[in-house]
């Protein structure tokens, strides 16, 4: 048998290759007792998303299986008012207005139910508005200064 099938390397003592070969071994464990320390806090951290993550699983899969019932619905309702805004335009001379009374409400709105919707965090719209009714273009009441009692009232 020869130097390099023993592992020796010729012209170095045994002393030095057994040294390296424990150094080796000590950071090999330093860096696996790390990550396997980093590595546990991982899961006390995971388990309190667990119950967000199927919650949101749940919902995305419910909104998956409420949308192929509501989309095609929404989809045939729009196309039958893009009929009845043609014709509408059509015996109205071309009044382009009497076509956006038809077509605002049919074609305008959501084709697709979110989870927010499902969760009563947002309110599906299957009946279109024109962008000046939207609900962040419209006042939620009164201004401050109709409230105060400054003028004595």
């Not at 290759?17 to 396997?36: C, F, N």
């Not at 409420?66 to 196309?79: E, G, H, S």
């Not at 001379?93 to 009563?120: H, I, Q």
Request: hydrophobic residues 45%; charged residues 15%.
């Amino acid at each position: 048998m020869n130097a390099r099938q023993n592992g020796s390397v010729p012209g170095t003592s045994s002393g030095v290759r057994t040294a390296a070969r424990k150094a080796a071994g000590l950071r090999t464990r330093a860096i696996a007792t790390a990550s396997a320390a980093l590595l546990a806090g991982v899961p006390l951290a995971a388990s309190a998303d667990v119950a967000d993550m199927a919650k949101d699983a749940g919902l995305g899969a419910g909104s998956a299986l409420v949308t192929l019932v509501y989309a095609p619905v929404k989809l045939m309702y729009a196309t039958g008012g893009l009929l009845v805004g043609g014709l509408a335009w059509i015996f109205s001379g071309g009044d382009g207005e009497v076509v956006e009374t038809v077509l605002t409400p049919s074609v305008r709105g959501d084709y697709v139910v979110t989870p927010p919707m499902l969760t009563g965090k947002q309110v599906p719209e299957f009946f279109g508005r024109r962008s000046e009714y939207e609900a962040g273009n419209v006042a939620a009441g009164p201004p401050e200064a109709w409230n105060s009692d400054s003028d004595g009232w």
